[in-house]
């Protein structure tokens, strides 16, 4: 089974939706104890860094989520990926799961570039996917895709063992990203 967990701060509907369409069973949970017996897991979100570690604080989860993103196949989409990182500049600086050495840092304002970014764009100048984010990781030692926007270079994609996280929506993706879930669901 593939818990998807739920902390208030995710697109669960199209991921589960996502996962359905390629065949993958799948629950939504706020359950620690589901997310520890979880085959895999999938860590969606949508919204803010520092009001997503509160509501992992208050649900319970943040070992439940630690854990397995360092012993089973594990997922990060979007605000999923970005707190697994030590810290994001998001309201006000937000300490968060420390899984991934990194820093999340807001993209610099420029004239005639929109903040967030919102659209299509390509990892490692090849298949586009799509992208809402204000924010980004830095690049560091488990980058594998990078993305360009804003002028900055940043972490659109890592891997560390079994965990594998996107900045972009793969299940907002079209055909490519249901690809990167099919990927994960046999991994």
């Known amino acids: 089974m593939i ?5 208030r701060a995710g697109n669960l509907t199209s991921v589960r939706n996502a996962f359905a369409a390629i065949g993958a069973e799948t629950t939504v949970t706020r359950d620690p104890a589901a997310i520890r017996t979880a085959e895999r897991v999938v860590f969606p979100g949508v919204g803010a860094a520092g009001s ?3 509501n992992l604080r208050v649900l319970d989860l943040v070992d439940a989520v630690r854990d ?12 999923g990926m970005q707190i ?3 810290r994001s500049e998001e309201d006000g600086g937000t300490d968060c799961l420390g899984i991934l050495p990194g820093q999340v840092r807001r993209f610099p304002s420029i004239p005639g570039v929109k903040v967030p970014e919102i659209g299509w764009n390509q990892v490692n100048g090849d298949i586009e996917y799509y992208f809402v984010h204000s924010y980004y990781a830095e690049k ?3 980058t594998v ?3 360009e926007y804003a002028g900055v270079e940043f972490t659109s994609a890592v891997r560390k063992d079994r965990l594998v996280a996107y900045q972009f929506h793969p299940e907002k993706s079209g055909r490519f990203g249901l ?3 099919r990927e994960f669901v046999s991994c």
């Open 145 to 147: 895709g990078v993305t």
């Open 179 to 181: 690809d990167l879930l």
């Open 52 to 54: 997503s570690m509160a």
């Open 140 to 142: 560091g030692p488990y």
């Open 68 to 79: 397995a993103a360092r012993t089973k196949p594990f997922l990060g989409i979007c605000l």
């Open 84 to 86: 697994l990182f030590d």
């Open 3 to 7: 818990a998807i967990v739920d902390y």
